[in-house]
């Protein structure tokens, strides 16, 4: 499936496939290959972080859609398994998606099922995406209800 360009920037250089997306659940894979393995041999934590935030981040901006955008503010994965080689697949379920906020739960498993990492990430709903990427003496002020940037 093609996912749309502003997606596919980070996604492209780690070479993720997107096989699903929607708003309640999003799946992509990911061959692991030797640029990204690390100096023993295996698949790179970061990898197994970077594929968490992906598939979370599509799938909590799918939800909320024309509201506004969400960036994520907390990514925490824990490690099962190594992997040396073959495909990852990772998947994303919503735990909790409010107002401002929503906290999705991701599995990366390799070919046969087996959980190699599992993540939460909690991402914030931002209503003025104007914010985005400033400091707090460079944001204007949103209205009532919108989010501002903070430092």
Known sequence: MRLPDEFAG??????IEFTEFGADRTVLTCE???????????LHGGVHCALVETAA?????????????VVGVANHTNFLRAARSGQI?????????????????????????RELARGEVRL???????????DSGTAQAG?????????
């Open 89 to 113: 697949t990772a998947v994303a379920t919503p735990i909790y998606r409010g107002r401002s906020q929503q906290l999705w739960q991701v599995v990366n498993t390799d070919r046969g099922g």
């Open 57 to 69: 981040s599509v799938a909590a901006a799918l939800w909320f859609g024309d509201r506004g955008r």
């Open 143 to 151: 209205t009532a209800g919108e989010g501002t940037a903070r430092e």
């Open 32 to 42: 692991i290959t030797p640029e990204l393995l690390q100096p023993y041999g295996i």
């Open 10 to 15: 980070f996604a492209k250089l780690l070479g």
């Open 124 to 134: 914030a709903n931002i209503a003025w995406p104007g914010a985005l990427g400033q």
